[in-house]
């Protein structure tokens, strides 16, 4: 069942309110709260020197209330002493200027000296707290890669670099074949020369900056190893978690999940939609909703990241204060989108913040309460929600879905090495599709190209670059008919050409070599005519030879008639990106071609999907909407008419 | 009665000009002349060197001619000796590079050393010419703040920073508690810790920054008193003055002026409207007359800096060569502006620049004569405005206006620290309701928080962020009305959130609590419905809680009918920014609720106002204006049918 | 008669591969090969240890196939040691930063070991392959300015920026006079003080940053030069030439062309295209066959800088990688490229690349092949031209045209010192003149202040900024009639304002002078009235004192009626830049009025031009364009029904 927390920070608030703050988390039904993650410079008030009292305190209140504790490892703020004694634990950034202490994450992944410190106070931490018998869960760090931290370009990443890349290549000779560097005579005789590839004349080598990603990323996954090896000597059976961003794919969260026990993330829609690359009409109309998609996205991507364990950690209460604008959620979207993460499989909902706080960089941040100690709106939508849990039956985990879509981080670094046209990102290509599958009422899972492919109908590969042999093997065994986006299996590990010409390993699945690429600007005129509709080509067309059954054309001046669409029994392959209409119509066919039920009931605005046995519809516009349940139907939460920013929770099993 | 005068540069033109220079001078009617603000080089030749004789020469010419010299202290542009020697009091900008010499400007506020240095050649030219009987008054420095000046992050800029804490603050904890460091871990244990808000891994502290940007502001007027200090002994009664920018407010203005004996500024239209946050179609309208209200607003708020006494020490002539484009006023603006500064209080309009320079950075600025030596079109609008006041009666210092806008420093820096919206700007909120009331014929008086409030019947506070109790209870005890924007009063000195909520004391005022805020975006789609008008919320809404009079109420699909503007008798309090043609509306019902008299004639494109008992129209259109004056009237400029961008004079009494 | 090449990677490439490639490109048609331009690390592994055995096979294996080797110095690419040995030769950009080995063009101009080391290098190649029997012609570096490197602030650049100006000046006081140093007291004693114009507090002075650019040129004809002085040594009769780029005019082109035997460029119309100031809806229509004259310009241009000798060395087959976005040609373009190309004098014109990359920054940029070494697009294309080529009679050099454009390396520097409009481009101003008048079938040449001048019956000056009165005089004294353009001789060599006033020495061929100027933003509304046209005023307008004939009036709010365009027999002096369809009015009338006979049958999107006895027509369009050849006409290519993207050639001549 449902479970609800929230975000507490004792040391911003008088002692003498957090009794009373503690009572009134359990009265609205909160089960978790959690803690510390910049306590550090409280806790160790000098090297060596701790103040574990008022924390100590802290969680024995909170546990003797009634509420299960998430402790954190306070390792996103290194406090000032340290820094004033290594200051070398600064990042670095592009422009090569270090980024000073004054806010938080002022730390490299790559600094050995900071490992060994975080290393140490996670330990500190877990021999206080690890047999606590409030505290049943722990958080490593914040929000890793926030601010842009995963790459440094600091003298200490520069030698972990060299030192990352010897590993992998054993000789410089390995590299030097491995990268081209007979290209522009960028030869290198020993493994010291590789500079980071920051303020360079020109850009750098696909190779070189792509391993400089995969570094980069090994360097988090390290970092947060480190302090999962730590805990676990201390803690117990509590679970470890890290709470990732919605929206930061800088390092591989695949990896960092594999050696954590759930996975969690920071819900914020409101700053998503701000900043989405969407038109303002779009925008405009979903102003105070948001895009109805991006949290469901994250919530089944981190459900895969947690291998079935997830938490939103922190989930956004009101307007915040770091988009470009900050506009309010509607009323009652609180309530929509704790909802939203249950039916996607999420098992806690914690929300960000308990009470607004007064000062600092986060004054503008909403919480449940507001500054002056009264609720504010998402106090009683928690109130509704808890009420609600109340009411529902045991459903389980989420069943899995008969849609896969493939998200692969290194394909996604591939494709900022190579973006090729200003305007092209792998992300807005996969959410795309994501929310055109969505308002069909078809479910989606995010997998990776390592996943079991077992049970889907579909599978969606939206434009992952790097060819990978085993995974096109894999999927040519697998059950599932495949779809294959524009770029997919184009580049080789190494970011070559792949071999003989993209889509390299996944001929194998559909015959074609792609003989040209473009990358379009947004004026372009080129169209696709699929099935007597007219669809208009957004960034991306490719010319294709091929011996598969052309399923659409190109409309053009340019090569008029060229294949768009190419496909067999198994496979379709696309050779352009599309606007979101034809999408929408593509999507449609491919559903029908792969045998995909999507749920009943779709309509604009409107999204279902289910949970168990139970069924969820949730309405993010501004009118009401209806569905049809049907008579034998158990309604748990709301009814057919649904009310604007409305959820109705229903099973269709008789004792449901 | 108005003096006029202009800013002349006898180091740039060989000597054999200066005598049939200032002899033109004097014929046109010009009684200033203002020289050797950039003069330090070629003073002081080498350390300790020095050379007056040419400067001597120029000063005795045009004094002998019947001028009288404004001397300016060199400050504004140290010499290169200087730098060799102490390379130290460079800049350094934002990005932590040091900023070189070559141009002007070229010092940083918080350097002991060019202190000390400032003070020596202040002296050095006070001695000079301080009992020189040509000279009659002072400029110290040039435009501070120009080229983003104010702002330095360099190791002498540190270092006085720690200081300036030390001293408001004593010791560090009670920095902590003010700048709540217990967020993010940013706790300090000493002074020395606390870096320059610069190169930041994200935003600093709000308190933090805003001490900084107070910080750099008592770095001005300390370096601007001691120049004050030092002419002080050396130069009898002649006036001290600075001449401030049209848009620079990185620094208290208010301070500045309490340490001078008059204020003067630089008036340039052209650029201030081509860099306004206007749109195309309104700065097309207004290419070449500018934003009527812009140098109104100035005028007004700097004779408040200089506590009654104001001059325009550089009047724009003709095409600049700084803005993003250069286009020129109309002919008929240069004589139109120097009698709208006139009517706003302005006692001497100076005009830059004699004679157009024929080399270096402002080659393009014109002047009052052609490069060649010919007049150009400002040199027959002065001979013209020179012979009007020969016409015109003396009328003594502008009145008082009924209704005041509260420009508060302070509040200023605190909207940057915490804009929350992209796009917020206190400038242009405050320029608006300038404009929007200037519209309808109703002077307005600039004043801060400490000024007298007495004899308005209207005071505007647009958005004076910073709480300030005494303020609010002065407010209170004033017979004046008073209308609050949105923001007003949120924050307490040092950042924090308002208590209980914002509007914090002024809840003195009108009965209401900030709930909720937002930023909106350009596209949002709220609206306000006021006296059966329908107005479009801009870039910011308020939820308020309150038992007042609710006069307005947005229309919108969330929380729609809530309440949007809250009043009493005392007291209106506006819960968003609005568009121009609403504010319109809004301000001409407060003219009504206050009894505030406007200066009948107001019509489009024309703006009508008083100084002592004389009334002056101005036409900012190109087409002819007629207003009514009635018999009784004595006109001294113009008449009824005023031409494009002309003037009219009058007097209503019967001997005016 | 046109020849045909390319370039050419052994070093990227299996020696397996090398035999066949070189028959395939005999066997295409192609005599030229260009190699080795990045080769310096594979061929000196280590400092004074060189592996000569692969280059010197893979010559072997070209020649003995029957192709010219052009032979490059390897400049452009310094090796890893030499950085490791000498990082003092890294360029530093702008901002200060020390710009990083990893791609290429990692030097610094001004740096005198790397001088040495380019020479040391230039001789080893030029020894080893001087006399080689397949070595036809010499390359120097690659492409000077690529990746903004013409510009340097390193240490080397500021010391050899003091020994310049010593040299220019001979005395401080000279230059003190020169740069106007008593504005803003920016006064010198000795060279060594004077910055290098980046990073100041405020823009520096136009005449020290034009000093500045001259001085920077100086240094590429410096770098050049040495080089060329090496090879002469050794190389015998084989011709010696750098490939300059289409948009870069960093550094003065004449003057390096003057050091070499005959020019090259490299040509990629279609980033061209995506970079150009154009509108949305002209580059949609011209997505894929780019700027008709961008093309034609250059090769106008480096016809000129080659003393009539001009290669294009690179020129596009498909797809590149580098632009913002990288559509495809249309197919036919390529074709119709070589052939625009040797219509306008060029000799040879080499594709780049052979093959395209499989790895490394370019793996996007298509070539003659594809990866997998099947044919690409392009060498069908090639084929084409190559049996065309058989048929085609020898027809010489191209004629002197009648009309000539003025084009002055200082006066594009002097615009970026003081645009004075944001958006001023001196490029735009000469390419919009150019094509204006190729529009109407008209031939231009390219030329510079020092060209002879005889023979032409209109000389354009499209805004020649800097005065030069020797040039002036010759226009005087030549047949042609002249147009003058805005901002003609308006600045002195030193960046000071023309005497008396602009137009300068140009006022002997028209009695005029400027006596006001206005760079007018987007949204001005001011326009132009002329022989029952109305047209629109762009980005720059001025007030002229002319005693001569009125031809044209601006139709504005502001000085309305003032003269547009005045003239007399000899010139034209236009006081404006106009709008493109403005500009066709004004072009017709200039042909008019000077006697220039364009070519018949000009047509929207048709170009047709003349080289020696053959005439070309080109059509840039996707609809079939007819042309009337009349019946004595001999016919090469094509005829008069002229496809999409066609050419055809053929002479008036009866045996032509």
Redesign the interface.
């Known amino acids: 069942m449902l479970e609800l927390g929230t975000c507490y920070?004792p040391?911003?608030w008088p002692e003498e309110l957090w009794a009373d703050d503690a009572r009134r988390m359990v009265e609205l039904g909160l089960t978790w709260v959690r803690v510390a993650e910049?306590?550090?410079?409280?806790v160790e008030?000098?090297e060596g020197v701790f103040d574990w009292a008022w924390l100590d305190k802290a969680v024995n209140i909170l546990g003797e209330a009634g509420l299960q504790v998430v402790m954190c490892t306070?390792t996103a703020?290194?406090?000032?002493?340290l820094i004033?004694k290594h200051p070398e634990i600064l990042?670095v950034?592009e422009?090569?200027?270090?980024?000073?202490?004054?806010?938080?994450?002022?730390y490299c992944f790559s600094s050995p000296i900071y490992l060994e410190y975080a290393a140490k106070i996670a330990e500190a931490f877990a021999k206080r707290y690890g047999k606590n018998q409030h505290v049943k869960a722990w958080q490593i760090d914040n929000e890793y890669g926030?601010?842009d931290?995963i790459y440094s370009y600091s003298p200490a990443a520069k030698q972990a670099f060299s030192h990352w890349l010897q590993q992998q290549y054993g000789s410089i000779d390995a590299l030097n074949e491995a990268?081209?560097?007979?290209?522009?005579?960028?030869?290198?005789?020993s493994f010291e020369?590789v500079?980071l590839?920051?303020?360079?004349?020109?850009?750098?080598?696909?190779?070189?900056l792509l391993d400089f990603y995969r570094f980069s990323s090994d360097q988090v996954v390290l970092f947060n190893r480190t302090q999962v090896d730590v805990l676990r000597k201390h803690v117990g059976n509590a679970p470890i978690t890290h709470n990732f961003m919605g929206h930061n794919t800088d390092y591989d969260h695949y990896a960092v999940g594999n050696d954590i026990d759930f996975a969690s993330w920071d819900s914020y829609p409101m700053g998503a939609l701000?900043n989405a690359p969407k038109d303002?009409?779009e925008?405009?109309r979903l102003?105070?909703v948001g895009l109805p998609d991006q949290p469901a996205f994250n919530h089944d991507l981190y459900r895969h990241v947690g291998k079935g364990k997830a938490w939103v950690m922190e989930q956004q209460p009101?307007?915040v204060?770091w988009a470009?604008?900050?506009?309010?959620p509607?009323?009652g979207m609180i309530r929509l989108w704790t909802w939203l993460a249950y039916a996607h499989g999420i098992d806690v909902v914690c929300y960000f913040r308990w009470r607004?706080?007064?000062?600092?960089?986060?004054?503008?941040h909403?919480g449940l309460l507001?500054?002056?100690n009264e609720p504010?709106?998402a106090f009683w939508e928690v109130a509704q929600v808890a009420k609600e849990c109340a009411s529902l039956p045991e459903t389980g985990a989420r069943q899995k879905a008969q849609v896969a879509l493939v998200l692969d981080y290194p394909s996604r670094w591939a494709s900022h090495t190579?973006p090729?046209?200003?305007d092209y990102s792998s992300a807005k290509v996969a959410m795309d599709w994501y929310a055109t599958f969505s308002q069909f009422g078809v479910d989606i899972d995010i997998i990776g190209p390592h996943s079991d492919l077992t049970g889907y109908k579909l599978i969606i590969l939206p434009d992952v670059i790097i060819d990978d042999p085993e995974f096109a093997s894999r999927l040519k065994e697998a059950e599932a008919k495949v779809f294959l986006g524009p770029r997919t299996g184009s580049k080789t590990k190494?970011?070559?050409?792949a071999?003989?010409?993209p889509p390299g390993s996944f001929k194998t699945l559909i015959d074609l070599?792609v003989?040209?690429?473009?990358?379009?600007?947004?004026?372009?005129?080129d169209q696709i005519f699929f099935e007597d509709y007219l669809g208009e080509v957004t960034?991306w067309r490719e010319?294709l030879k091929s011996s598969e059954t052309v399923l659409a054309n190109f409309q053009s001046?340019?090569?008029d008639g060229q294949p768009a669409l190419v496909g067999n029994a198994k496979c379709i392959y696309a050779a352009a990106h599309f606007d979101g209409e034809f999408q929408k119509k593509l999507a449609e066919y491919l559903v029908k071609w792969a045998g995909v039920e999507p749920h009943a009931g779709a309509q604009e605005g409107l999204r279902i999907t289910q949970r168990g046995h139970l069924k969820f519809a949730f309405n993010f516009t501004?009118k009401v909407r209806k569905i049809e349940l049907g008579s034998s139907v158990k309604t748990f939460v709301g009814g057919e008419q649904i009310p604007p920013f409305g959820v109705v929770i229903w099973s269709d099993e008789p004792d449901g």
Do not use: I
């Not at 422009?95 to 002022?106: D, S």
């Not at 990268?179 to 005789?189: A, D, I, L, R, V």
């Not at 003989?515 to 005129?525: A, G, H, K």
């Open positions: 920070y040391e911003q910049f306590s550090w410079a409280l008030r000098e306070p703020a290194p406090p000032r002493w004033d990042p950034d422009n090569g200027v270090t980024r000073k202490f004054g806010a938080r994450r002022h926030d601010h931290t990268w081209g560097t007979c290209f522009w005579g960028m030869h290198y005789t020369q500079e590839p920051n303020n360079l004349v020109e850009e750098p080598s696909p190779s070189h701000v303002d009409t925008k405009a102003l105070r009101g307007p204060n470009r604008h900050n506009q309010s509607q009323d607004q706080s007064k000062f600092a960089q986060e004054q503008f909403t507001l500054t002056n504010d709106q190579l090729q046209g200003a190494h970011m070559h050409v071999e003989p010409l070599d003989v040209r690429v473009e990358s379009l600007p947004p004026y372009n005129q960034n010319s001046d340019y090569r501004s």
